[in-house]
């Protein structure tokens, strides 16, 4: 069945910081990838997506490329604020089917 | 388009008691999904519905669980004789399908607590 293994949290990092969260996958034939956040008290937010090797996902100056020989989907961001401090899900579909999601990282960034 | 809408936010029940959930997906959204996320994991699916129709269950749906979406609008999850491992929150995405896309609109869940 499909997977999505990604690391774990807590991640801490000054304003302004690289951020990288890396994410692998494991799925027949071709997802979709995804990245979630949740906020706190929030709901999950899709954050960006990809839908075939090679794509690159991008939105609010977070990005992640779809490597298809690594099967990965590392989320980055050159300079993280406090307002980015959530939890991040990496996650997975084979297409108008239920979500995979990988256990989340929980990001504090610190002033 | 107000998104997904989830009633109530949160449910304090106690053990052995029968809790009701409601979701309101997006307007013509033909795909509803319901999802369960314990503390610290990701969600895990449960069930979805194209239109009326159930058309998939988790083997994380026991018995106790049932889900229904009536005329193919809002959805309501049934939870019988809960236990205190049912404590989660239960979160509700919609989508649309045969518009070339795969995304899937959650809403901001119901948090059940059984005491």
């Known amino acids: 069945g499909n997977s999505v293994t990604q690391m774990e949290g807590p991640v801490t990092l000054s304003e302004e910081a690289f951020l990288t969260i890396n994410c692998t996958y494991t799925?027949?034939?071709?997802?979709?990838l995804f990245w979630y956040v949740q906020y706190p008290g929030e709901g999950l937010q899709l954050l960006l997506k990809?839908?075939?090797?090679?794509d690159k996902g991008s939105n609010k100056g977070f990005e992640a490329t779809y490597r298809k020989e690594t099967t990965s989907f590392h989320l980055e961001k050159g300079s993280v604020q406090v307002s980015d401090s959530a939890v991040y899900f990496c996650a997975l579909t084979g297409g108008y089917q239920k979500v995979t999601f990988g256990i989340g990282t929980k990001l504090q960034v610190i002033p | 388009d107000t998104g997904v809408s989830q009633n109530p936010r949160h449910k304090i029940t106690k053990r052995g008691q029968n809790v009701t959930f409601r979701c309101d997906p997006i307007?013509?959204?033909?795909?509803l999904y319901w999802y369960r996320q314990t503390l610290g994991q990701g969600p895990e699916f449960l069930t979805y519905?194209?239109?009326?129709?159930?058309?998939?269950k988790s083997r994380l749906l026991s018995d106790r669980f049932s889900a229904e979406r009536p005329k193919g609008s809002f959805s309501t999850l049934e939870i019988q004789r809960t236990e205190q491992g049912d404590s989660a929150m239960y979160l509700c995405a919609s989508s649309f399908v045969g518009g070339g896309g795969d995304i899937q609109y959650f809403g901001a869940g119901t948090r059940l607590s059984v005491l």
């Open positions: 990809a839908t075939k090797a090679d």
């Open positions: 799925a027949t034939g071709y997802p979709s």
């Open positions: 519905f194209q239109n009326e129709a159930q058309l998939e």
């Open positions: 307007s013509e959204h033909n795909r």
